[in-house]
């Protein structure tokens, strides 16, 4: 089977898959739970599950249910598999009743998939299934006394180098954009900068620093409890209500903020700043539990910079108290309640398309959770 293709969610831990490209495994042991039958599939299993053929019968609600979505499901399928094997002629094949109504649509299902449930290795039908939680906020267009938490976009002053086009604690580099890339001496736009960014490391993924330029020195990007107490070069996405739901948002990396001013705007990861993520803080260790109280930025009294989303507009800092929530998020990590947080991810910023003239800006995450 091309275990690539793809699942239609028809069922609760049923799955279904094209007939036509089922590999010929060895069949199981007759049993109760997987009665031998010739139109059912072939079992077969992968590293992290079980699957075992069931008959169409098995979907609940298979005869009654509304198949538009299963064959929309298909339709995308098709859009991407239609060039691999067995899906071309499928995909021509659905192409002729898709419009024809749930009766041609589950004739074309039965004839030419298969169903299976998906087990655990050890053919346990309990399991778990993981899901995407994605906070949601109140908040405003606008700062007053209530909306003072800002979300921000990805700083004008955040900038990229490739750690692997640099050695030494000298570079040549040319700003590109946001990028600052290795220049020959002398070139045109080239400047000489001391490195020192020792203190962070480029990211696993693209082997970037997130960094800022201070004069002649490149110098890691703010950390989070940093941009809490100050104003950064960034534009302010929204106002939100509530430091802890942000923070919540920060780490998932998504999420909604339900406008005063009517409309919601939808949050997506953007960017970060490059610091490293936090051990796990465990109940009781106090001393730890204040470096990383201190490293979230969730110190009381601290403040929130209040970044103009005019780069060239004035900034001003703003009063931050930590709010309930916030204040909880402390005592537990100070071993006074609760069994201890969650390590704290990197501090995250986001970007928002144009809006609609008429329509509530999609937005992107803020600043997030680091050191």
């Not at 796990?280 to 990383?292: H, L, Q, W």
Request: with cysteine.
């Amino acid at each position: 089977m091309n275990r690539a293709s793809p699942c239609f969610g028809i069922a609760l831990l049923l799955c279904l898959l094209p007939a036509g490209g089922i590999a010929q495994v060895p069949p199981a042991p007759e049993t109760a739970a997987a009665p031998a039958a010739a139109n059912l599939g072939q079992p077969f299993a992968t590293k992290s599950a079980r699957f075992e053929p069931r008959s169409f019968d098995a979907l609940p609600g298979w005869e009654r249910d509304d198949l538009g979505e299963a064959a929309e499901g298909m339709r995308q399928s098709c859009a991407a598999l239609r060039r691999k094997p067995v899906w071309g002629q499928l995909c021509r094949t659905f192409e002729h009743i898709d419009s024809g109504g749930n009766a041609a649509l589950r004739d074309f299902f039965e004839q030419n998939f298969h169903v299976y449930q998906v087990m655990s290795p050890a053919q346990d039908t309990t399991g778990k299934l993981t899901g995407y939680f994605e906070p949601l906020l109140d908040g405003s267009r606008r700062r007053d006394a209530r909306f003072k938490y800002p979300v921000y976009g990805v700083p004008h002053d955040l900038y990229l180098l490739d750690s692997r086009r640099i050695d030494g604690d000298t570079a040549w580099l040319r700003l590109d954009g946001n990028r600052l890339k290795v220049a020959s001496p002398g070139s045109d736009g080239a400047r000489e900068y001391v490195l020192a960014i020792d203190d962070v490391g480029a990211g696993v993924r693209d082997k970037r620093y997130r960094v800022r330029i201070e004069g002649r020195r490149i110098v890691p990007y703010w950390s989070r409890q940093q941009i809490e107490r100050r104003a950064i070069e960034a534009p302010v996405l929204a106002w939100v209500d509530d430091a802890g739901a942000l923070y919540s948002m920060q780490v998932q990396g998504s999420g909604k903020i339900r406008l005063r001013e009517g409309g919601l705007v939808r949050l997506a990861y953007a960017q970060q700043n490059g610091h490293p993520f936090r051990p796990r803080v465990t109940r009781g260790d106090t001393d730890f539990a204040i470096t990383a109280i201190k490293a979230r930025g969730l110190i009381a009294g601290s403040s929130a910079g209040a970044a103009s989303a005019r780069p060239d507009a004035a900034a001003t800092k703003v009063s931050a108290p930590v709010n309930a929530e916030v204040a909880r998020i402390i005592a537990r990590l100070m071993g006074e309640g609760g069994t201890g947080a969650s390590a704290p991810a990197p501090a995250q910023v986001a970007s928002a398309p144009r809006p609609a003239a008429s329509a509530s800006r999609p937005a992107a995450a803020g600043q997030g959770a680091d050191k």
